[in-house]
Nanobody
Framework: QVQPVESGGGLVQPGGSLKLSCAAS????????MGWYRQAPGKQREMIAA???????NYADSVKGRFTISRVNTEKTVYLQMNSLEPEDTAVYYC?????????WGLGTQVSVSS
């Protein structure tokens, strides 16, 4: 299996926005629920958003109302639009299948929120 490739991270001020992308070419993408995960320094990796094959979404309370997950099946790509970013959102962000991460973890993309 091929690991996903995440991109779009960066340094942003509090209140700013970023849009992350994840290319997951190594799976039967259209048959899998996909999720975004993040790992902050000193903390365990956690799932923060998921989207089913039919587009039903679910979010962790910490990001609900601020983040939006979407997918384009023909591109085998998952997106995460992040608005109203807070310093607590600083982490490395990953995508994988959900709820169980069945793929090898990619390198992730670093998101840093700081003034």
């Amino acid at each position: 299996q091929v690991q996903p490739v995440e991109s779009g991270g960066g340094l942003v001020q509090p209140g700013g926005s970023l849009k992350l992308s994840c290319a997951a070419s190594g799976i039967a993408f259209i048959f899998n629920t996909m999720g975004w995960y993040r790992q902050a320094p000193g903390k365990q990796r956690e799932m923060i958003a998921a989207i089913t094959t039919r587009g039903v979404t679910n979010y962790a309370d910490s990001v609900k109302g601020r983040f939006t997950i979407s997918r384009v099946n023909t591109e085998k790509t998952v997106y995460l639009q992040m608005n109203s970013l807070e310093p607590e959102d600083t982490a490395v962000y990953y995508c994988n299948t959900a709820p169980g991460a069945a793929l090898p973890w990619g390198l992730g993309t670093q998101v840093s929120v700081s003034s």
